[in-house]
């Protein structure tokens, strides 16, 4: 399998149960925020962002919430499946000059769903 | 859907070979990335590219070079194959301006270099 979820910590949960993974960035000048999934032998999968003028933002099943004050950010995942596990990245995006942006990514949380 | 596809999910390679990856993205995405990925570090940052034949460093381009002679595909070139670049490569493509910054990624190469 993928060696990507060695030395990462990790978040077990029951089937069903909620989960909250969090994250510290560290640029208070990041406007934009993302949360990406990644299933082992794929590429990172786009989940739901953020903008820094918002404290919280709801998709299907998960939901993001901002604090600017301590630079950080969580993802809530209601009634995990087992389908959730993966590594999930949180990260922050920076306009880096001529008309591009720049994403610094988290190191990862490995989400292990027990049935 | 956006697709972003590399050329090989696994490659082998020996010690001072000249290798190339392939990235085609098929959204006419202005932006595209080059990141490589090992366990503990995370995605770091190798090249990227703004505009056909432009190009940006990243965090660690050492040892590395990319050619974007077309909008939709981005290339990752490794002039010397070493060992300490055996990883798992992943290109990702994003829309220009401010509305769009969501990069989507490729599946992923698995280089081993021996």
């Known amino acids: 399998g993928e060696s990507v979820g060695l030395h990462l910590p990790t978040l077990s949960v029951q089937e069903g149960d909620n989960s909250i993974i969090n994250c510290a960035y560290s640029?208070?000048?990041?406007?934009?925020f993302i949360w990406y999934k990644q299933e082992s032998g794929k590429g990172p999968q786009f989940i739901i962002d953020i903008r820094s003028n918002m404290d919280k933002r709801q998709g299907q099943r998960v939901t993001v919430l901002l604090n600017k004050t301590v630079k950080h950010l969580s993802l809530q995942i209601a009634a995990t499946q087992p389908g959730d596990s993966a590594v999930y990245f949180c990260a922050e995006n920076m306009y880096s000059g001529a008309g591009s942006y720049q994403l610094t990514f988290g190191k990862g949380t490995k989400l292990s769903v027990i049935p | 859907d956006v697709k972003v596809t590399q050329s090989s999910r696994y490659l082998v390679k020996r010690t001072g070979e000249k290798v190339f990856l392939e990235c085609v993205q098929d959204m006419d995405h202005e932006n595209m990335f080059w990141y490589r990925q090992d366990p503990g570090l995370g995605l770091r940052l190798i090249y990227f590219s703004y505009d056909v034949k432009m190009k940006e460093k990243g965090d660690i381009p050492e040892g590395y070079s990319v050619s974007r002679e077309k909008k939709e595909r981005f290339s990752l070139i490794l002039e010397s194959a070493s060992t300490n670049q055996t990883s798992m490569y992943l290109c990702?493509?994003?829309?220009?301006?401010?509305?769009?910054?969501?990069?989507?990624f490729g599946p992923g190469t698995r280089l081993t270099v021996t």
């Open positions: 990702a493509s994003s829309g220009g301006g401010t509305t769009l910054r969501e990069q989507y």
């Open positions: 640029n208070s000048a990041s406007d934009y």
